[in-house]
């Protein structure tokens, strides 16, 4: 049985502390993230925004912005795939006016923040479909191995490292970011 994006908004309706997403046809429930993963997102969301509002050049988000995908194939009409990824970012002129509802686009800049019990494959998998749909920047961080890799479609990964700086010239033009300024500072 495949289910639709109604099906879904009904399922939040029961269980509103669920994360969900709907991949193609079938409801993915998430567990939630562990503390460093979420403060590493909440991190890069700030210094994203900062950037981002005193320019008005679009909307940063976090991991409960849902995404409607266009479909892959183009004979299929019903919309199975509902993503969130967990930072994102939209153009202003892409989303001029904010909804109070998912959105049917698929961000410029999408950002997966590898949580204690997720793989990476899959991580990447979804920034590949991103990329492939329209985004124009994937972004997978690795607290683990505090690696932050840049993908874009059609070319080979970058992975920038401690002492190396995060740039989106395509996206971002100006904007530079430390790749030690993401990791959670340690209190005396």
Known sequence: MSLTITDLEQLQTEHPEWQMELVEGKIIVSPLSDYESE????????????WVMSRKLGRVTGS????????????????????????????????????RDFVELVPDLMVEIKSKSDRIKPLEEKIQLFLQLGSVVGILIDP???????????????????????????????????VSELWPPEFE
């Open 39 to 50: 403060e590493i997102g909440a991190r890069l969301s700030t210094f994203l925004n900062i």
């Open 64 to 99: 409960g912005a849902g995404f409607i995908l266009p479909n892959i194939e183009e004979d299929d009409s019903e919309k199975r795939n509902l993503r969130s990824p967990d930072v994102s970012f939209v153009r202003a002129d892409r989303l001029k006016k904010t909804k």
């Open 144 to 178: 683990d191995k505090l690696t932050v890799t840049v993908y874009r479609l059609k070319q080979t990964p970058v992975v920038l490292q401690n002492g190396e700086t995060l740039v989106l010239p395509d996206l971002l033009p100006g904007w530079e970011l430390a």
